[in-house]
Structures are given as C-alpha cells and as structure tokens.
C-alpha cells in the first residue's frame, strides 16, 4: 500500500487523522470549551439539567461525559459536512470580493463552524429540546436555559472550536474542489 493511500482518507481529503478524527476531536474539544462556558454560568446545568434529559441522576462527571458525546456526534457530523464536495466546493469558492478571496480555507473552515454552531443552537436547544422534555416530562431537565446568552456563547464557541481543530488536521488545500456556484465550461 504506497503512502498516497495510507494518508488519504475514504472521501480522498489528504491528511493521515481523516476527516472522523478531526471532526471528533473537534467537537470533544468543542464541546469542553462550551461546557466551561456554562460551568462557570451555572454548573447546575452540566451537572444536573444535562442528564436529566436522559432521565439520568446526576452522579460524578455524567453531564460532562454526555456533553462530550454530544460535541463528538456533532464534530463528526461536522466533519462529514464539510468534505462533500458540494459544500467543500462553497469552501473553496474563489469570491469575487478582495476581503473574501483574500481569506484562506482553514479561515472559511473555521467561518463554517461558527454558522454550524447558529444552526446547532438554532435547531438541537430550541427545537428539539423542548419537544424531549415534554415527552419524558422530567422538570430538572426544563431548566436547561437554551435561549440564555450562555446557550447562544457556547453552542458558537463550540462550532469556532471545531472549525480551528478541524482546519488544522485536515488539509482541505489540496483537494480539488469544484464550486457548484461557478459555471461549468461547455454550459
């Protein structure tokens, strides 16, 4: 098996971490930074109100272990994401403004994260969330603050968080890309 091989993951993205690694590790890392944000808002929250959605006690270190889970998920989804090549394709767009072509991949990659972080808090705390709690009716888990400031803070510092660790392993550069906002020659 030559090296071309050994250091290319299945979807063909350069790098000898693949794009699983780094969109776990991002979204673990993701996730311990965003759950510093609320510890120090309200420990509560990581402690109690996060295996109560699950309909766990909280006993030791649960909420975080859960919390990290959910960051790994969501960083592989992520990961996932951004190595289609349609969407990998918007990444590598050239724009047809200075500040914009100017910026690199790993700066754009890092831009998707945050808007992956909106979405997340957009979509798994405000929508989802509340939908779980009324259907396994447990209160510790209603006083998860999902549209706090600290919500919004965290679910975005996760997604910049993913985004840098993901820039970093990954070598989105390499890749051919093809923007499927562009026109193709022969169209």
Known sequence: MGTDTENTSAFGID????????????????????????WFADPDIVAVAIPAVYG????????????????IVLGLIFGFLVTRSRIHGIIRTSAETD??????VALRVIAAGFVFGLAIWALLPLIVLPVWIEAIGTQAAADFPAAAVESLAGHV???????????????????????????????
């Open 99 to 104: 500040a914009l072509s100017q910026t690199s």
């Open 157 to 187: 510092l996760f997604g910049i968080v993913l985004g840098l660790v993901f820039a970093v392993l990954m070598d989105l550069e390499t890749r051919p890309a093809h923007s499927p906002l562009e026109e193709e020659d022969g169209r």
């Open 56 to 71: 766990l006690d909280p006993v030791g270190v649960v909420g975080w272990g859960i919390h990290i889970a959910h960051g």
């Open 15 to 38: 790098s000898t971490w693949g794009w699983p690694i780094g969109g776990a590790l991002g979204g673990a890392l993701g996730a311990a930074a965003f759950g510093l944000v609320v």
